[in-house]
């Protein structure tokens, strides 16, 4: 199967072979032929300053669509969390060019297990060590495929990492003081979760769904030139979905009211499904999720941790960066996938534990 | 979308936070313990930028040589078949592999810049049910009221001790609270002040009715500072069907919004 065929070393997949990417044979030159012909038109640096000047002229109208309660309640929410998730981002993408440009392959051969189905609990249980939320682990998941890592266990840290973080978990902790067993089920289900997805995609995935972006710039440049052209590549390209997931998560907040979750809580089964799509839709980062659900108290807790284990998983902000990063025939598939198994054991997991 | 553009939509989008966070514009969307990582991550973003003008507008002559030679490719590729590959060579300059998408972090800055929306207030506070749920409930331990005369307190502070310490720890003594002023389930104007933990996506409003001497005729998102004593009076959010506590106010007024609009 490809996906564990990546692993064998020496690992030959570089960007160049890897499948769906068209590769334009220019070259060196190319760069300056395009530089040349860049002067005579219109590019997008000067796109760029219309729109800048435009805007000048447009802050006035701008800024009277703000008196509608609603309109400035969306912006609010999309701007923080933009501004919320730019740390995370950042931190995520340097740590992703810091694999991408100075951990050599042969590292990853080492710290994982040869066999890719026990590779997949160790990348698993190694997204303990990532303090951050989801956003910054796709540029990290997405950089560790790039570097021969085997697919399924790069998709097991990107589940994991985000639920099962020491900060994560004190948070929910102190979100949930009288219910320690909530700690417990969220780290153990978001586990299980992520190696089941893993191992999953051993046996079903297809390497071809994956087609991370083209990132040509850093085929023979030197480290330095390296890991600057990886991180501005991950900034605007993840930074940018991004924005899609927070206008989606942004236009949730606004147009559903909690009181339509008000008639769900009292059925079993619906109350579940209604806090794990509330989950998806909320985009809510993984350190806070946790108070949000506290406060959804009139759910049950086993409700509540479906919303806990589903949203650092699934969610709109990590389904658009997913679709970017490794493609939306990925993204299309393994959304879903992993929101029914994380429904299915976040249910088991609370009528054992809770 | 070319390099350069990038470059420059990354320091304009990160010239927008490191704006909003060395000023107090910040406290309206995230934690104000967030602002060092913030001014940390922005400098970080305009310093890629940076590099990314530099590598691209510095003149390189004998660069071309320097990228066909195997050699300089990153070291510890150089054992793997690929550096003697047609595709190991390839240097793409192409502006339409870039991701067009990233136009879109315009958006945020334009936000930040030019529009900088209010912090969350009575609106959001209607969509969503009052926070003070049981979870907040720490048994016997309610510490002491701060020491004065009126003892100043938050909003969820007063709302916690009035749900679950039923009033013992405030006693007959007078409390001051800042809120804002929004419709309550009645339609009768109650005071509310919006609790986050991370940013204003996870914003929830804590609830109280005002009885007494409460304010009328305020505009809603106005802020005001209320004096008042505990009561034992209740009403329910039908939102989430919680219970909202009451304050009997002595006097009001209306003041400036604070700094840190959340509580």
Known sequence: ?????????????????????????????????????????????????????????????????????????????????????????????????????????????????????????????????????????????????????????????????????????????????????????????????????????????RADWIRLPHRPDLDGLGRGEMFWSAVRHDVVHAGGFLVIGAMAAASINVLVPERWLQTLADQPLLSVLALAGLAVLLSICSEADAFVAASLSQFSLTARLAFLVVGPMVDLKLISMQAGIFGRRFAARFAPATFAVAVTVAVITGMVLL | MNRLTQACIMIFFAAAVLQASVTDLYLRYVKEELRPFLIAASLLLIAAAVMTLWYELRPDPGTTADRTNPDDREATNAEQATSGSPAAVTHDGHAHHEPRVAWLLIL??????????????????????????????????????????????????????????????????????????????DGQPILARMVMSCCAADGRPVKLGMSGNAPTGLANDTWIQVTGRYTDRLTRDPVNDEEIPYIEVDFWRQVTAPKDPYD
Request: aromatic residues 6%; neutral net charge; proline residues 10%.
């Open chain 2, 108 to 185: 945020p800055a334009l936000g930040l810049l030019l529009v900088a929306p209010p912090a969350l207030g009575s609106y959001a506070a209607g969509q969503a049910g009052t926070a003070v749920t049981t979870q907040q409930d720490y048994g016997d331990d309610y510490p002491p009221l701060p020491a004065g005369d009126p003892a100043r307190t938050t909003v969820l502070d007063y709302a916690a001790r009035a749900l679950f310490d039923k009033g013992q720890s405030i006693g007959n003594r007078r409390v001051e609270l800042t809120g804002f002023v929004t419709p309550g389930p």
């Open chain 1, 1 to 205: 199967m490809a996906a564990s065929d990546r692993k064998t070393p020496p690992d030959t997949s570089t960007e160049a072979d890897r499948p769906g990417l068209d590769h334009p044979s220019n070259t060196p030159h190319a760069t300056s032929v395009e530089d040349g012909g860049r002067r005579g038109r219109i590019g997008s640096v000067e796109i760029f300053a219309a729109v800048l000047v435009l805007l000048i002229f447009l802050r006035e109208p701008l800024a009277g669509l703000l008196t509608t309660p609603s309109l400035a309640t969306w912006t609010t929410v999309f701007v923080s969390v933009m501004v919320q998730a730019v740390p995370f981002l950042v931190f995520g993408v340097l740590l992703s060019a810091v694999i991408a440009v100075f951990v050599p392959r042969s590292f990853w051969a080492r710290a994982l297990p040869k066999h890719p189905a026990l590779a997949v609990p160790v990348a698993s249980a190694a997204g303990v060590v990532l303090p951050g939320c989801e956003c910054g682990a796709v540029p990290i998941a997405g950089s560790l495929i790039r570097r021969g890592v085997t697919p399924a266990a790069a998709l097991a840290f990107l589940l994991a990492a985000p639920a099962i973080n020491p900060i994560v978990l004190a948070a929910t902790a102190v979100a949930f003081p009288h219910n320690p067993e909530m700690v417990l089920g969220r780290a153990v289900a978001s586990l299980i979760v992520a190696m089941v997805m893993g191992w999953l995609w051993l046996r079903l995935g």
